[in-house]
């Protein structure tokens, strides 16, 4: 069984922050920045392709509030928020999860990569390859979310945030990247 299964079914114990009938999100053991969050999906999908499109959007929804209560409790300013896919990419557990990592400045923190140079030609062919396929997508293939009825047994935990603080709607501009 994968970490993240163990965790939902209560063998391993874990800083819960949220959690409902779809996702769980907990505080990562081995951060990088204090407040780091693993949000992942109840269901065990090993990669993200697997992921139905519904819980897709859920998954980032509850992301989005995630990474505003980051703002509003931690004093910080900025998040990166990154999903591992595979090997090649870092992922360690077999289990769709996004990391959300709050950021300050100069945390020692570097996501920035040093750009290839690519010919024209294979720039050109990468388009291309990538454009074709890009062309199929449309959205009648997206899943749409299937409506089960049964008894509620589980409430959503809301998110709290204190939109009436005096500073909010300016803490909002801050965050926005200046060109």
């Known amino acids: 069984m994968c970490e993240f299964c163990s965790i939902i079914k209560g063998k391993e114990e874990a800083e819960t922050i949220y959690e409902d009938n779809k996702v769980m999100a907990v505080l990562h053991l081995k951060p990088s920045h204090p407040g780091q969050v693993l949000l992942f999906t109840k269901e065990h999908y090993p990669i993200f392709e697997q992921v139905t499109d519904p819980l897709v959007a859920h998954t980032f929804k509850i992301a989005n509030k995630i990474s505003t209560v980051l703002f509003e409790t931690l004093n910080i300013q900025g ?3 990154v999903v591992q896919n595979g090997t090649a990419a870092g992922q360690v557990i077999p289990h769709f999860a996004l990391n959300i990592i709050p950021r300050s400045e100069g945390d020692g923190l570097n996501f920035q990569w040093e ?33 089960k009825v049964k008894p509620k047994t589980e409430e959503a935990q809301p998110l709290k945030l204190d939109k009436n ?5 300016i803490k909002q501009i801050i965050r926005i990247p200046r060109v």
């Open 79 to 81: 998040t990166n928020i």
């Open 115 to 147: 750009p290839k140079k690519i010919s024209k030609d294979e720039m050109d062919t990468a388009q291309l390859q990538l454009k074709e396929f890009a062309e199929n997508i449309h959205p009648s293939m997206f899943q749409k979310e299937t409506v």
């Open 165 to 169: 603080k005096e500073n909010y709607l």
